[in-house]
């Protein structure tokens, strides 16, 4: 039972990634490098984010 999913979907899921990866830079940069909880939590949304998309991908790959 393969799902037929088109790499498309992987690409956008690590975009997003990397879209919260830059929010999360600019929190840092705003905040002068200090460790706030909205920083921890956009770069844990990248990583999710990315992880899936990645997932997606390979899934494609070797399905």
Do not use: D, Q
Request: hydrophobic share 60%; net charge positive.
């Amino acid at each position: 039972m393969a799902a037929n999913i088109p790499l498309s979907i992987g690409i956008i899921f690590v975009a997003l990634g990397v879209v919260f990866v830059g929010i999360a830079l600019h929190n840092y940069l705003k905040e002068k490098g200090k460790l706030t909880i909205s920083r921890n939590i956009w770069l844990r949304m990248a990583f999710i984010f990315s992880g899936v998309g990645i997932g997606l991908s390979f899934l494609n790959i070797f399905l």
